[in-house]
């Protein structure tokens, strides 16, 4: 968390028995200011997106064209329900 209540997010992973992290934004000048922020429900809809997109590649990469066309119909969906519910 920063002085200025915004925070920041890191990507950390372990490779050859050791931890790397990187600041998963770009911090200074590229930030976004705190005016700048999105409105929290734009960032819900991104990370569903986001997920969307990982899974349909992982479904896409691992099954069948068949499989995956489902797959992606569930998760669309689910979504749709969530949104009209």
Do not use: Q
């Not at 969307?52 to 669309?76: E, F, P, Q, R, Y």
Request: aromatic share 4%; with cysteine; glycine share 4%.
């Amino acid at each position: 968390m920063l002085k200025d209540g915004g925070e920041v997010a890191i990507n950390l992973y372990i490779s050859n028995s050791e931890i790397h992290f990187s600041p998963a934004r770009p911090i200074g000048e590229r930030a976004m200011r705190p005016t700048e922020r999105r409105p929290p429900w734009t960032e819900v809809l991104l990370a569903i997106v986001d997920a969307i997109k990982h899974v349909t590649n992982v479904a896409i990469h691992a099954m069948t064209w068949h499989l995956a066309i489902k797959v992606v119909g569930a998760i669309l969906l689910s979504v749709l329900l969530l949104v009209i519910c």
